[in-house]
């Protein structure tokens, strides 16, 4: 009898080891492929950018690959922790560290990125005479490194926050669980600089990208604006106001998730975790380069012949 118990209870947990390997196998496929596809077309949109001279000296394009940059780095980085997350390897903390601080470095340079190429649709349509004047490659040179200098400060402080752990109490840096952002709020100061800071990027980028939309909206009624040229300016500030909504989500994953810690199972944040970063990282990534290439008549031509060479030269080699 108690043989038959042990034998029963050994079936019990090979089959669920067996189902919880199916589900790792399943979720990584499904969401692997889309990441190597987004990772490949920004690629490509990002060549793109770099292959004439209008893309390399228009300030729309500089901000548009700064933007497409960063959401390629914060895919590759996040990638990378999900894979390592998925075959169970766990880091050592200052490892972990690095790509944690490099995957939030680039997640804040989007939001920021889209709230400066807002505010360069809104001089365009509201200031068109002194548009030459204020939008040249050097002041988007300058408003660029004033977004990496911010985005980087933040990530300073949240290695001085770390400097304050206790880690020489520790017996190993070799951490116990997955890597992660949430991971790495070691101490209740990390959390709530990470809660405050995510806030106030939220309500800033939001208000400065809704009062650009509302100036344009403004101007486009104006009888003195050129009415094609605020008609096309206002859908674009609309479509960076939607872009941004969903680049903000990614700010609030973890605040999300250490909230839903607290009254669900572990199994269910895994798999709300992997549903959330589809949405929230992923979509928003791979529409940048198919909204704003596709939409530009200019990038458009380009973008396709590059991505059907590409595509023809990988269909050969297969």
Not at 12 to 32: C, N
Not at 89 to 100: D, K, N, Q
Not at 112 to 125: K, S
Request: include cysteine.
């Amino acid at each position: 009898m108690l043989y038959a118990n042990q034998s029963q209870t050994l079936n019990i947990t090979t089959k669920q080891q067996y189902q919880g390997l199916l589900e790792r196998v399943v979720f990584s496929t499904l969401i692997g492929m889309p990441c190597c596809l987004c990772l490949f077309i920004n690629g490509t949109m990002l060549f793109t950018l770099r292959s004439k001279a209008v893309f390399r000296e228009t300030s729309r394009y500089i901000l548009l690959y700064n933007l497409l940059f960063a959401d390629t780095v914060l895919l590759g980085v996040t990638q990378l922790m999900y894979i390592m997350a998925v075959c169970r390897i766990f880091p050592t903390y200052p490892v972990c560290g690095v790509l944690a601080m490099l995957a939030g470095l680039a997640n804040e340079i989007s939001p920021l990125t889209l709230v400066v190429m807002c505010m360069e649709r809104y001089v365009a349509v509201c200031y068109p005479l002194r548009c030459a004047t204020i939008i040249t490659v050097r002041n988007t040179a300058v408003a660029i490194i004033v977004v990496w200098a911010f985005s980087s400060l933040n990530v300073l402080i949240r290695v001085l926050l770390l400097l304050n752990f206790p880690f020489d109490q520790l017996q190993s840096l070799q951490m116990t669980d997955v890597c992660s952002d949430i991971a790495m709020l070691l101490g209740p100061m990390s959390d709530i600089y990470d809660k405050a800071y995510t806030g106030f990027v939220f309500l800033s980028a939001a208000v400065a990208v809704t009062c650009s939309y509302v100036g344009v909206m403004v101007a486009a009624r104006s009888a003195s604006t050129d009415k094609a040229s605020a008609h096309k300016a206002r859908n674009t500030v609309l479509l960076h106001l939607m872009q941004l909504g969903l680049t903000l989500l990614s700010t609030m994953h973890g605040p999300i998730i250490v909230s839903l810690s607290t009254i669900l199972q572990r199994l269910i944040i895994v798999r709300i975790k992997n549903i959330l970063y589809v949405f929230i990282y992923i979509l928003p990534r791979c529409l940048s380069s198919l909204i704003y290439g596709l939409r530009d008549q200019t990038i458009r031509p380009i973008l396709m012949y590059y991505l059907c060479c590409r595509l023809s030269h990988l269909s050969k080699h297969i």
